[in-house]
């Protein structure tokens, strides 16, 4: 019965998690230490998230998706990061400078999270629609015989 | 006649389930409308598919004034089609989500009425009891 709340209750769960990811991107676009390899620091690299749609590929699955069509929702399968190359700036005083004075900082733009976030952000917004509409139609069905 | 197991009854409690099933083909398309390759789905009454393919269950009709009629449908279930011949966005998602809201205000619309409807039928019944508001 609460099936349909269910689907959009994933969706929120997914786009709610894209918008934190978002956030730690902007919050490190300047981190020149993000994870050390090798003894090394290397900068933040920009995370992505990567959307699927729920419930495993099984015999069974298939089988209800062709004979009722169960509808499964959404989920976040992975947290990819962004392989281009990082940014380049000429910092000499920097403590994380190479010897040529250049800092490698993150290659986190600006631009492209605020657009991910405005994305994720409608998104949010379409599917609370949708749980409203469900919350209403189920009200409405318990006044039946009223 | 019967007073709550007829075809009326029937055909509402019908287009009730299929109210629900779209509501939640809806949910899933609009949950699903950052999904890389995820394809809309449409839930459908079987006789709505007929007709738009062209091949709908005609009555054998000796004589051209004879009345024409299907089989009758006041107990089908709806099915659930996937548009998988277009795409929408680059990564293959065909979820066009002016549609699929569009869709959902008058799929809630449709449902309240339905409910309005059954409901004025028990008030109905509930008159012809003698206990009637």
Redo the contacts between chains.
């Keep these: 019965m609460f099936?349909?709340m269910n689907?959009?209750a994933?969706?929120l769960t997914?786009?709610r998690l894209?918008m934190d990811v978002t956030s730690a991107n902007m919050a490190n676009a300047e981190s020149t230490r993000g994870r050390l390899v090798d003894g090394e620091w290397e900068p933040y690299r920009r995370k992505m998230v990567?959307?699927?749609?729920n419930g495993e590929q099984s015999f069974r699955n298939h089988f209800l998706q062709a004979q009722q069509?169960e509808?499964?929702?959404?989920k976040i399968s992975r947290i990819m990061e962004d392989q281009t190359p990082f940014r380049l700036a000429y910092q000499p005083e920097h403590p994380d400078a190479n010897e040529d004075g250049y800092v490698e900082l993150p290659n986190v733009d600006p631009l492209k999270e605020m657009m991910d976030l405005m994305?994720a952000t409608r998104?949010y917004e379409?599917?609370v629609?949708?749980?409203d509409?469900?919350k209403?139609?189920l009200m409405?069905?318990l006044?039946?015989?009223? | 006649m019967n007073l709550l197991n007829n075809d009326a009854m029937r055909l509402m409690e019908t287009s009730?389930k299929a109210?629900?099933?779209r509501?939640?083909?809806?949910?899933?398309n609009?949950?699903?409308?950052?999904?890389?390759g995820?394809k809309a789905?449409r839930t459908v009454f079987k006789h709505q598919l007929a007709e738009a393919t062209g091949n709908q269950l005609q009555a054998y009709r000796t004589d051209e004034k004879h009345i024409n009629f299907g089989g009758s449908n006041s107990n089908e279930s709806p099915?659930?089609t996937k548009r998988n011949n277009t795409a929408y966005n680059h990564n293959g998602n065909n979820v066009d989500?002016d549609h699929?809201?569009a869709e959902?205000?008058k799929?809630?619309i449709y449902?309240?009425a339905m409910?309005e409807r059954?409901?004025s039928r028990?008030s109905g019944i509930r008159t012809a009891l003698g206990s009637g508001r």
Excluded: C, K, W
């Design positions: 099936h349909g689907v959009s994933s969706a997914s786009q894209r990567h959307m699927q749609t069509a509808t499964n929702g959404v994305s998104s379409a599917n629609t949708t749980l509409a469900q209403s139609m409405r069905a006044e039946i015989g009223r | 009730l109210a629900t099933t509501h939640n083909t809806i949910a899933n609009i949950a699903n409308a950052d999904t890389p995820f789905e099915v659930i989500m699929e809201m959902l205000a799929n809630q449902y309240n409910i059954l409901n028990f």
